[in-house]
């Protein structure tokens, strides 16, 4: 088949791990006697330094006419919050624009990096969660103010915005253990009170073979460490995720090795590690793709439907690692590590 990739590669360590993820798929397509037509496209800093606006409208073009985006990071201390203009504007506007509202960050626990797990091992056996977070509303995307010494940031949803978003929840529940749990501060909060009533009535109405659970985001955060096994698909609005989803990542050993997808309601994605740009490693050919390299195996899945080739791509990760292949943030202490390109080396003599 043919697809179209837009590569955004980004800042700091971005263009480092995007690099790998091209060339994973590049091996994909060679392989499987596909053609990925990978269109690299200024985005986040480069283009506020580029074209003062950190999505150039040519950038926003090839993303609107690809089948999916392949992100790496963005952000950096020279754009920082006193900067005119600031790359991460620019991924809130992407993310409106394509229409992705759902993101999916699978949490699994690799079984070769029990160890690099700050957590103990033996609570580690099983987890296999998925976190489904709200994308495009809340906090993040409210009305925002400041007047002398106070600050506005609104957070907003609306029942359509919850309904999609639980239906999302629902699908991918109903195809794996049947369990959500929704995360939210109903206790204080009206639009957790909101979200609470309506997820409740569309599993219940929609999905009967789905269980819904409602937990607050300070129990979650607790019980995330305390029984990661427990939970199956985690719902929650934009802040809640991003905040837990970081947390989630130290049960993987890194955030280095965990992939995002950002979904709506077509099959066109945006696709990211879900690390940030790490400035103080950029340049330095240490940065774990595996999470770029695993986030291009989701574009396969849900915007090419290449089911197989993800597998692929998923397979040869853990044979890497299963290896002993190791980069900085998952070595042992003393342990040799790789460089970003020998990582990319490791993965594609094992998908070969």
């Given amino acids: 088949m043919k697809g179209r990739i837009a590569v955004l590669g980004g800042d700091g360590i971005g263009p480092e791990v995007i690099a790998e993820g091209v060339r994973v798929l590049a091996a994909v397509a060679l392989r499987f006697g596909h053609i990925f037509e990978m269109e690299a496209l200024p985005f986040g800093g480069v283009g506020i330094d580029a074209f003062g606006d950190g999505l150039p409208e040519n950038t926003l073009k090839g993303c609107l006419a690809a089948d999916g985006v392949l992100l790496g990071a963005i952000g950096g201390p020279q754009w920082g919050p006193d900067a005119p203009v600031r790359p991460e504007p620019a991924l809130l506007r992407l993310r409106a624009e394509l229409g992705v509202y759902a993101n999916l960050r699978p949490i699994a626990v690799q079984p070769a990096l029990r160890d690099a797990s700050p957590i103990k091992p033996e609570y580690l056996d099983g987890v296999d969660l998925l976190f489904v977070r709200e994308l495009t509303g809340g906090i993040y995307f409210g009305r925002k103010g400041r007047d002398g010494d106070r600050a506005v940031d609104e957070c907003a949803y609306s029942v359509r915005e919850i309904e999609r978003i639980t239906r999302v929840a629902g699908k991918l529940a109903a195809s794996r253990r049947g369990k959500i749990t929704q995360v939210d501060k109903s206790n204080v909060l009206e639009t957790s009170r909101l979200w609470r009533t309506v997820s409740e009535r569309v599993i219940r109405a929609e999905f009967p073979g789905v269980t819904i659970e409602h937990m607050f985001v300070d129990a979650a955060a607790m019980h995330l460490i305390r029984r990661p096994r427990d939970f199956d698909v ?95 943030d998952i070595a042992a202490s003393g342990a040799a590590t790789l460089s970003t390109r020998q990582m990319g080396d490791a993965v594609l003599a094992a998908l070969a």
């Fill in 234 to 328: 985690i719902l929650t609005e934009n802040l809640f995720g991003d905040i837990l989803t970081d947390e989630g990542a130290m049960l993987a050993g890194s955030l280095g090795v965990l992939p995002s997808a950002a979904l709506g309601d077509g099959r066109r994605g945006l696709y990211e590690p879900i690390h940030g740009s790490a400035p103080d490693i950029a340049g330095r050919g240490i940065a774990n793709p595996c999470g770029t390299i695993l986030s291009a195996a989701l574009l396969l899945r849900h915007s090419l439907g290449l089911e197989s080739e993800a597998r692929a791509i998923e397979a040869a990760v853990a044979t890497a690692l299963s290896r002993g292949a190791r980069t900085a």
